[in-house]
Every structure is written in C-alpha cells, then in structure tokens.
C-alpha cells in the first residue's frame, strides 16, 4: 500500500509517500481502508518528536480517519467488515489502510459524508469534553474563544453556541474572524489589531467572560485570563503558538476562578465511557447537521506534507482534510 512515511524527525516537508506492507491487526484492532484522513496540529509536533507520543522511526503520521472496515480482529464485536467508521490513532493515518484500536473506531450511519466526519471527531471531541467535561459551560454564559478559526476553535466556537453560550470569537485577522461570523459569533475581536481585554471589556460591559478557551498560548495568555469574571474557568488547551504561558497565581484568587487543564487523549484513555458518551452524541448531530466542521481544502496523498506546513503556517481556516484514495 502507499503511506506517507517520516524516517526522520523533522519538519513536514521531509516526508514522503512510499510503498509499504498493509499493517496486520492485533485481536482488539480493525483494519480500515482510508479514504479521507484529518490534518491535526499534533501531527505537526509528532513529526518533529516534539508531542507527548514519542512515535519510533519510520511511522505514517496521520491520527483522524474515515473508511470502510476490511478486517476485524476475533475479539472485536461493535465493527464489521463493510462498515463506514471514524478513528482516531495515534500515527498511521496518512496510509491506504490503517489499524486502529476498536475501542477509538466508530460506526457512522451511511447519511454522514465521510469527508467531513473526518474533519470532526478530534476537534469536536476535544473541545465538547473541554466545555461540557471541564467547564461545564452554562446556557447563558459568556464564552471566549481564542484561535476561533483553527480546528478546536472552530469547533469551540460552535459547540458553544449549541451549548447555549454567548460566544465571543478572537483571531489573527479578519478573513478569520469573517468565517466565525458565519459561524456564529455573537462577537469578534482581532487579537492582532486590537487590545483583547480592552475589547472583552467593553462586549461583556465590564463583567468579564465566565469560560476561556485557549488552544494558543503564547503572549494573550495573560490577558484572556485578566478578561475572566468571578469564578471564570480558563482552559488550557494547546500551544499553538509554540509558548507555554506562565499565570500569576494572584489573578486566579482575586477572581474566585480555574485554570483547567484538557487532554482529551487521556480522557479518552482513562475513561473510556465518558468519552463513548459524548461521541456518541458528536455523531448524532453530525447526521442531524447541527455541527459542521469548515474544510479548509482537500489535499492528495502526496500533498498531505504541503498540508501540515499550511496548518504550521497559521494559512489553515477550519480543518484541512487529505483524500487518501
Ligand atoms: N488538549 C487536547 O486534548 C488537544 C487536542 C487537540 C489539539 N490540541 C492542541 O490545540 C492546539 C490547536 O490545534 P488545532 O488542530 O486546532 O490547530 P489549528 O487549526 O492550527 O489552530 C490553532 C490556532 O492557533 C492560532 N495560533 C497562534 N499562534 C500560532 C502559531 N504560531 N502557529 C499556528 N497557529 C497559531 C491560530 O489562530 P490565529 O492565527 O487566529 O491566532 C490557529 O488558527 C494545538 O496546540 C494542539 O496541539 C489539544
């Protein structure tokens, strides 16, 4: 089969497809014809050894599938062979086939578009456990979400809204902040132009934001918290930027708020039934249309490095997807 193929930590343009064997599965595992594979932020730090998964040289990188199941191991009995499913791995993704763990495979109903399910589960995954599991974001209250026209944000952004939240959306530039307009928004603000808290200020009227959803770190770090109102939860969901910000602790005791940390990996890992739970109703409002991930553009196999550069280049709006056959 063909895969994309890293022997070398490095950056995406160093990668390149080859021919492989077709990974075998283990009892617990389904081997999947890949037809549409996500672009994710973690795959770009996987390439370079810089994610929390070391994974060992040579791998296919790639950790958001959609296909048709063509094998299931003898311990496997939600799956069968034909089924249109979702996965999410680790590496391996960016293949013609790929074996993944049953427990991280999911049945879609044959009215979900197989394309934009895999632009969805890992971001709406992570940030529907980030708002429901970690904030418990309240109808009403007042959410600010910054990187809102990157994967997480996006999906932030509009999970917010259904959630029943008044979202304000912060971005890089106004192309950006356009998309969260026809997204949602209930408000705008460029970060790159304009002071942030100055702005929050103003929109909440002083009070503040109750939730931060935050998957850039970097220098707005502080100030997004400083925007928070009494007993405001800040989520600390990546580093976007390449900087892990530092907090005053002062800030969170004047304000009777949290810093939460999110890893919805570990979530998943260490409880598999919360997380089956909140798939489970990702992909009903999948096939009912009340989420819908943007796509950015569809890249070929061959291209799957120029798409990861793109998405290291701050370029990508929604979720860049990769047609692997
Ligand atoms: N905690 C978890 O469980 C979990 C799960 C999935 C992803 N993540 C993390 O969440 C973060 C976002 O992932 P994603 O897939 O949504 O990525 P993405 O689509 O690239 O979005 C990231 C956003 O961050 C902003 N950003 C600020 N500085 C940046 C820089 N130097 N380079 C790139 N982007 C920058 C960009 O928005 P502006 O240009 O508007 O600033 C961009 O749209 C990553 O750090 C990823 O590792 C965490």
Redesign the pocket.
């Known amino acids: 089969m063909k895969a994309l193929i890293c022997r070398e930590y490095g950056l995406p343009l160093t990668l390149q497809v080859e021919e492989v064997a077709t990974p075998t599965i283990e009892p617990d595992e389904v081997l999947v014809k890949v037809l549409y594979c996500g672009?994710?932020?973690?795959d770009?730090?996987i390439i370079q050894n810089k994610?929390q998964f070391k994974a060992p040289l040579p791998f296919t990188p790639g950790s958001e599938i959609t296909g048709i199941v063509t094998a299931v191991g003898k311990e496997v009995i939600h799956v069968k062979p034909g089924d249109r499913v979702a996965g999410i791995c680790r590496w391996g993704g960016f293949a013609e086939f790929a074996a993944i763990k049953s427990t991280h495979v999911f049945v879609l109903s044959a009215n979900i578009d197989l394309k934009l399910a895999a632009a969805t589960l890992?971001?709406y995954a992570?940030s529907y456990?980030?708002l429901k599991d970690r904030a418990q974001l309240k109808p009403g209250e007042k959410l600010l979400v910054?990187?809102?026209?990157?994967?997480?944000?996006?999906?932030a952004l509009e999970l917010g809204k259904l959630m029943g939240a008044t979202v304000i959306a912060?971005?890089?530039?106004d192309e950006?902040l356009n998309l969260c307009n026809q997204k949602g928004a209930d408000s705008l603000i460029n970060?790159?132009t304009h002071n942030l808290r100055e702005l929050v200020k103003e929109i909440t009227n002083g009070a503040g934001v109750n939730v931060v959803f935050d998957?850039?770190?970097?220098a707005?770090a502080e100030n997004a918290l400083r925007s928070m109102a009494w007993r405001g939860r800040y989520l600390?969901?990546?580093?976007?930027?390449?900087t892990i910000p530092a907090f005053p602790a002062n800030v969170p005791l004047l304000k009777g708020a949290s810093v939460i940390?999110?890893?919805?990996?570990?979530?998943a890992a260490k409880e598999p039934m919360q997380n089956a739970t909140n798939i489970k109703q990702l992909i009903a409002w999948l096939a009912e249309g009340k989420i819908k991930q943007e796509i950015y553009k569809t890249y070929s196999l061959p291209e799957a490095p120029q798409a990861l550069q793109a998405?290291?280049?701050?370029k990508?709006?929604?979720?860049a997807i990769v047609q692997v056959t």
């Not at 940390?261 to 979530?267: D, H, I, L, R, T």
């Open positions: 672009v994710n932020f973690p770009t730090l994610y890992y971001n992570t456990h980030a910054l990187g809102a026209a990157g994967g997480v944000g996006l999906a912060a971005a890089s530039t950006k970060y790159a998957p850039a770190g970097g707005l600390v969901v990546g580093f976007a930027s390449g940390g999110v890893f919805w990996s570990g979530f998405l290291m280049d701050r990508v709006l929604g979720k």
